[in-house]
């Protein structure tokens, strides 16, 4: 199925169920993150490079709802800011551009880029230790995770560079003052990472809310824990020696629930 008009001899040599695939991937994320009320009405973004493209991504249309978001109506723009094909006519976020194209422009191992603003996420991104090496799902963080100091609104091009710079080779950074930034290998590591972020930031929340006094694993747990997790996040994404079956459980859900999001 061709879904960007006018396109077909514009994304390498990978075939139109690639980009299908990746079109629908894309949408049921969008779609799972306002199941999980983690979206921000119009604000926020997830992009995806394009299969066989170095310079062209897909990108939300600007004014849609993440529950309203289809196959379909993804926009492709290029690095320059460029709409290549923008089904709906509404343009996208210059803000979401401004992140996503430095992300893509300068790291050719990310397939995809997920922004948030949830409230768990932006109050730990307040606090001045980030997040914490609390519970398990955070622990898969220790020692990699990125900090990007807050510059205001993403609108100013210059700020590329140095995001980029403070992203460095790591695939999750926190925007100091402003929210989560998760990448991945593909639609599915990128969303995985982000849902395991989030429940991270709530956990910490709700744990220093209790007043309590906070149990730290020693730095050779933490560190065991990530590389447990970068073994099997692996396994699915350069050796594809296991089946994805979580993402597989997400798309039925979004099947369930969110339905219309692969037209």
Not at 12 to 25: I, T
Not at 37 to 43: E, H, L, R, S, V
Not at 52 to 57: A, C, I, M, P, Q
Not at 164 to 177: P, Q, S, T
Request: proline residues 3%.
């Amino acid at each position: 199925m061709q879904l960007v008009s006018g396109q077909a001899g514009q994304v390498g040599d990978k075939s139109d169920e690639a980009l299908w695939r990746l079109r629908r991937d894309l949408a049921a994320a969008y779609r799972l993150l306002a199941h999980f009320g983690m979206d921000d009405i119009i604000y926020t973004h997830i992009s995806a490079r394009l299969p066989g493209r170095h310079d062209r991504f897909l990108l939300n249309a600007y004014g849609q709802r993440f529950d309203e978001v289809t196959a379909s109506s993804l926009v492709t723009v290029d690095l320059d800011g460029e709409v290549v094909d923008d089904p709906l006519g509404l343009g996208i976020n210059p803000a979401g551009f401004t992140i996503h194209s430095a992300v893509h422009a300068a790291r050719p191992d990310i397939v995809c880029v997920l922004h948030t603003h949830t409230t768990s996420g932006v109050a730990v991104a307040c606090q001045s230790d980030g997040l914490l090496p609390l519970n398990q799902w955070a622990l898969q963080f220790h020692d990699r995770l990125a900090y990007h100091d807050y510059e205001g609104i993403a609108l100013d091009h210059d700020e590329r560079q140095r995001l980029v710079a403070d992203l460095g080779e790591k695939y999750v950074m926190v925007l100091r003052n402003h929210g989560m930034l998760t990448c991945g290998r593909s639609v599915s590591e990128a969303f995985k990472l982000m849902y395991n972020l989030e429940r991270s930031c709530r956990a910490q929340l709700a744990a220093q809310a209790s007043g309590a006094e906070l149990v730290l694993p020693p730095p050779e747990i933490r560190e065991k824990t990530a590389r447990q997790y970068e073994r099997f996040y692996d396994k699915l994404e350069v050796e594809g020696s296991v089946e994805d079956s979580e993402w597989a459980a997400l798309l039925r859900l979004a099947d369930t629930h969110c339905p219309g999001y692969a037209n």
